[in-house]
């Protein structure tokens, strides 16, 4: 199981960027998938899911991004992006995706933990400039 993140880079204060995460060695379209974020000093946090089962759950977002980050799939692809507009210097972090058991199917609360993420891609690193 692999999964790459790319896209990062360097922004001003208002830009976007799309993050992509090519995944490879299990089949993406049953699994739940999320993007987390560690900024320098923090925790890491939750910041978009995408579920597998297409349900109440199906799309979380933290509401420190909520109306300006997308995130989507394309199964076909085994490829999930985070579509980043009107980004802010907070947003600032290295970001990750990761993906959960396939017995996890929703992004509910424990769905989404990052404590039951199983794979994880190397980060990418997103700056905003003021």
């Known amino acids: 199981v692999q999964l790459q993140a790319s896209g990062g880079g360097l922004v001003q204060s208002g830009g976007s960027l799309r993050l992509s995460c090519a995944t490879s060695?299990?089949?993406?379209?049953?699994?739940?998938i999320a993007w987390f974020r560690q900024a320098p000093g923090k925790e890491r946090e939750g910041v978009a899911c995408?579920?597998?089962?297409?349900?109440?759950?199906?799309?979380y977002y933290a509401d420190s991004v909520k109306g300006r980050f997308t995130i989507s799939r394309d199964n076909s692809k085994n490829t999930v992006y985070l579509q980043m507009n009107s980004l802010k210097p907070e947003d600032t972090a290295v970001y990750y995706c990761?993906?959960?058991?396939?017995?996890?199917?929703?992004?509910?609360?424990?769905?989404?933990?990052?404590?039951?993420?199983?794979?994880w891609g190397k980060g990418t690193q997103v700056t905003v400039s003021s």
């Open positions: 990761a993906t959960a058991p396939g017995f996890v199917t929703s992004c509910t609360v424990r769905g989404r933990d990052e404590r039951g993420m199983d794979y």
């Open positions: 995408s579920s597998s089962d297409g349900s109440d759950g199906s799309i």
């Open positions: 060695g299990f089949t993406l379209e049953y699994h739940v």
